[in-house]
T-cell receptor, first 111, second 112 residues
Framework: EDQVTQSPEALRLQEGESSSLNCSYTVSGLRGLFWYRQDPGKGPEFLFTLYSAGEEKEKERLKATLTKKESFLHITAPKPEDSATYLCAVEVTQGAQKLVFGQGTRLTINP | DAGITQSPRHKVTETGTPVTLRCHQTENHRYMYWYRQDPGHGLRLIHYSYGVKDTDKGEVSDGYSVSRSKTEDFLLTLESATSSQTSVYFC???????????FGQGTRLTVV
């Protein structure tokens, strides 16, 4: 069974305090790994796609990396506006396109 | 923002009544999806479509049906709503396999 596990469930940081969120996956065949940001009351907003181990993507204070079993979302010098729930999802190679989501990490950045 | 509109945004309905949620896109993307989001479960796929009249089941399809008669519209129907279907429903679209999906703003459905 395809599974995605995110940790920690919640993370509280001070403004400027860098950290990392983890997404580990067990899938039959990885087609792509996606990171999303979700604000309360809104739909997930796409951040990154990673396709192969060793790949890295960056956007402002966020950097996503991928290994064969997990992905990390590194947050450097975060600001309060980075507070959100961050979701990881994998697309498996079997059949048509389906995304399997982790339960998310709720990130709070205190000023 | 991707052109995805969900309607209604909020709905309260009674147990046993039929309910239809609509997702409309202006991006001409091939794939459309319906997810539900519940505390402790994250986002789970209900049904998806890979073209007009082409649909398939997702992880939690029991009690739901879908239809796609036009590229731009994907309907989710709860034939007889139950309290366990109280949730936030999200529609998503994607151009092709392996590419990012874009989500709508969600529909909050309450079954009383």
């Amino acid at each position: 069974e395809d599974q995605v596990t995110q940790s920690p469930e919640a993370l509280r940081l001070q403004e400027g305090e860098s950290s990392s969120l983890n997404c580990s996956y067990t899938v039959s065949g990885l087609r792509g790994l996606f990171w999303y940001r979700q604000d309360p009351g809104k739909g997930p907003e796409f951040l990154f796609t990673l396709y192969s181990a060793g790949e890295e993507k960056e956007k402002e204070r966020l950097k996503a990396t991928l290994t064969k079993k997990e992905s990390f979302l590194h947050i450097t010098a975060p600001k309060p506006e980075d507070s959100a729930t961050y979701l990881c999802a994998v697309e498996v190679t079997q059949g048509a396109q389906k995304l399997v989501f982790g339960q998310g990490t709720r990130l709070t950045i205190n000023p | 923002d991707a052109g995805i509109t969900q309607s209604p945004r909020h709905k309260v309905t009674e147990t046993g009544t039929p309910v239809t949620l609509r997702c409309h896109q202006t991006e001409n993307h091939r794939y459309m999806y319906w997810y539900r989001q519940d505390p402790g479960h994250g986002l789970r796929l209900i049904h998806y479509s890979y073209g007009v009249k082409d649909t398939d089941k997702g992880e939690v399809s029991d009690g739901y049906s879908v239809s796609r008669s036009k590229t731009e519209d994907f309907l989710l129907t709860l034939e007889s709503a139950t309290s366990s279907q109280t949730s936030v429903y999200f529609c998503a679209i994607s151009r092709q396999g392996g590419t990012e999906a874009f989500f709508g703003q969600g529909t909050r459905l309450t079954v009383v």
